[in-house]
């Protein structure tokens, strides 16, 4: 497979001021209707659906509802320029399209309806007999409208990276020399000691990243350090196994899904190992200078750093698929749970966010110059969270509203959302602080 070289062309998104607000209970059809058409507005489709008489809405249910109003899941779009549709972004086979002179069929220009035939009668008389839905079992994705600082981990020594559990709300906060395990009751406390300790043989290492195994169980550490470090974590934490690196530090990890293959990333390569059997499969060389942060996403390895460049590789293969510009150096990369969007965090603070697949890219542009930007992605889906320097910023998706924002005394080193979205643990100069999220 080519390599392909892309020119960073983006669409800008702004990050809204105002929260998204929240309903926590069940809305009537009036109130999700002009929810929908401000929805709508906001994200400036196209066309329209076939409008559907309120009194069908009514009749099936929320389920119904759902399946006949819901808007794409996108991200929202906004021109860059004034005299492009105001909340539209044109991908490059669009603009394709445009310049061999396509031209759309009549009644989709901006604002107007698509000409789409309504649903026949048969699929209407098979959703009439469908019984409603309660409001109590529909499954909604939430986002958090606030968070309330609960606590405070005195690790004593900067914290470089910080792991918070789902199922047994466990956090381990590392740095250097040690690792310190922390009990839930610690989480709602300011004061309280460390459930474990953890100390390296080497009292001079010192990890840098470590990431949380899907059923966490297991973690896994590098950082400064002579090989890769994993633990089980229960019944007690200890150390399973020693990975043998060839490079003397570790910048980042990147776990697959499933937990089997784990890439790290050194300066000019990365280390490509098989965790169940515990060798390493591949060194691959990547720029030396485009190997700060790693990912992965499916079959795809990307990769990052102080040349601005966002590399994506074959994890079959190994060959190079794609080098994107991004005009600025590259301080994280994560993915949506699905793998199907990126995010990029930059040195100006700005978010990348595209497509795994498609050739699709946006750009939220903040423009303020950062030493530290760390982003992660709620298991849930439906918010990610960006520590910028003393800021943490909890922002919804796609919609891009600022659902929080709260402001740190010291630049915040690394953060972690745990599994059931209830916490957020951030950690800085020689502390972790606690928030819990409130729905």
């Given at each position: 497979?080519?390599?392909?070289?892309?020119e960073?062309?983006?669409g800008?998104?702004?990050?809204?001021?105002?929260?998204?607000?929240?309903?926590?209970?069940?809305?009537?059809?009036?109130?999700?209707?002009?929810?929908?058409?401000?929805?709508?507005?906001?994200?400036?489709?196209?066309?329209?659906?076939?409008?559907?008489?309120?009194?069908?809405?009514?009749?099936?249910?929320?389920?119904?509802?759902?399946?006949?109003?819901?808007?794409?899941?996108?991200?929202?779009?906004?021109?860059?320029?004034?005299?492009?549709?105001?909340?539209?972004?044109?991908?490059?086979?669009?603009?394709?399209?445009?310049?061999?002179?396509f031209?759309?069929?009549?009644?989709?220009?901006?604002?107007?309806?698509?000409?789409?035939?309504?649903?026949?009668e048969?699929?209407?008389?098979?959703?009439?007999?469908?019984?409603?839905?309660?409001?109590?079992?529909?499954?909604?994705?939430?986002a958090?409208?606030?968070?309330?600082?609960?606590?405070?981990?005195?690790?004593?020594?900067?914290?470089y990276?910080?792991?918070?559990?789902?199922?047994?709300?466990?956090?381990?906060?590392?740095?250097?020399?040690?690792?310190?395990?922390?009990?839930?009751?610690?989480?709602?406390?300011?004061?309280?000691?460390?459930?474990?300790?953890?100390?390296?043989?080497?009292?001079?290492?010192?990890v840098?990243?470590?990431?949380?195994?899907?059923?966490?169980?297991?973690?896994?550490?590098g950082?400064?350090?002579?090989?890769?470090?994993?633990?089980?974590?229960?019944?007690?934490?200890?150390?399973?196994?020693?990975?043998a690196?060839?490079?003397?530090?570790?910048?980042?990890?990147?776990?697959?899904?499933?937990?089997?293959?784990?890439?790290?990333?050194?300066?000019?390569?990365?280390?490509?190992?098989?965790?169940?059997?515990?060798?390493?499969?591949?060194?691959?060389?990547?720029?030396?200078?485009?190997?700060?942060?790693?990912?992965?996403?499916?079959?795809?390895?990307?990769?990052?750093?102080?040349d601005?460049?966002?590399?994506?590789?074959?994890?079959?293969?190994?060959?190079?698929?794609?080098?994107?510009?991004?005009?600025?150096?590259?301080?994280?990369?994560?993915?949506?749970?699905s793998?199907?969007?990126?995010?990029?965090?930059?040195r100006?603070?700005?978010?990348?966010?595209?497509?795994?697949?498609?050739?699709?890219?946006?750009?939220?542009?903040?423009?303020?110059?950062?030493?530290?930007?760390?982003?992660?992605?709620?298991?849930?889906?439906?918010?990610?969270?960006?520590?910028?320097?003393?800021?943490?910023?909890?922002?919804?998706?796609?919609?891009?509203?600022?659902?929080?924002?709260?402001?740190?005394?010291?630049?915040?080193l690394?953060?972690?959302?745990?599994?059931?979205?209830?916490?957020?643990?951030?950690?800085?100069?020689?502390?972790?602080?606690?928030?819990?999220?409130?729905?």
């Open positions: 497979m080519s390599e392909e070289k892309e960073a062309s983006f800008v998104l702004p990050i809204y001021d105002e929260p998204e607000k929240m309903g926590d209970v069940p809305e009537s059809p009036d109130a999700s209707s002009q929810q929908e058409h401000h929805a709508r507005s906001q994200l400036g489709e196209v066309c329209s659906p076939p409008e559907q008489p309120l009194g069908s809405l009514r009749q099936h249910g929320p389920a119904y509802q759902e399946m006949t109003c819901a808007s794409p899941q996108q991200w929202d779009p906004q021109a860059l320029d004034g005299s492009e549709l105001p909340a539209t972004w044109l991908s490059k086979a669009e603009s394709e399209d445009a310049a061999s002179g031209s759309p069929p009549p009644g989709t220009e901006f604002g107007q309806p698509c000409p789409s035939p309504g649903p026949a048969e699929v209407l008389s098979f959703l009439r007999a469908i019984p409603p839905v309660p409001d109590d079992v529909v499954v909604r994705q939430r958090p409208h606030k968070s309330w600082k609960v606590g405070r981990l005195r690790h004593g020594k900067k914290v990276a910080v792991a918070v559990s789902g199922s047994t709300h466990h956090v381990y906060t590392c740095g250097h020399g040690y690792i310190r395990v922390w009990d839930e009751s610690a989480l709602h406390a300011w004061d309280q000691a460390p459930r474990a300790q953890l100390n390296f043989q080497d009292r001079d290492s010192c840098f990243t470590c990431k949380l195994f899907p059923d966490e169980r297991s973690l896994i550490t950082g400064l350090s002579q090989s890769l470090t994993l633990w089980d974590l229960a019944p007690t934490p200890r150390v399973r196994a020693q990975l690196s060839t490079g003397p530090v570790c910048y980042s990890l990147a776990l697959s899904s499933n937990a089997q293959i784990c890439v790290a990333c050194f300066k000019g390569f990365v280390e490509i190992w098989d965790l169940q059997n515990q060798i390493l499969i591949r060194k691959h060389e990547v720029p030396i200078y485009g190997s700060q942060c790693v990912d992965i996403t499916g079959n795809k390895l990307w990769t990052g750093g102080e601005t460049k966002l590399y994506s590789w074959d994890l079959r293969s190994y060959q190079r698929l794609q080098q994107q510009d991004l005009r600025h150096e590259i301080l994280s990369i994560t993915h949506d749970p793998e199907e969007w990126l995010l990029v965090g930059l100006m603070s700005d978010i990348v966010i595209l497509h795994t697949n498609r050739k699709e890219k946006f750009k939220a542009v903040l423009q303020k110059y950062v030493y530290h930007h760390n982003l992660k992605f709620a298991s849930c889906g439906s918010y990610f969270v960006a520590t910028m320097n003393e800021t943490i910023r909890c922002i919804a998706a796609p919609s891009l509203h600022r659902l929080f924002q709260v402001e740190e005394s010291a630049h915040i690394c953060c972690d959302v745990s599994s059931d979205n209830q916490y957020v643990v951030t950690g800085s100069k020689n502390s972790a602080t606690v928030y819990q999220l409130l729905y």
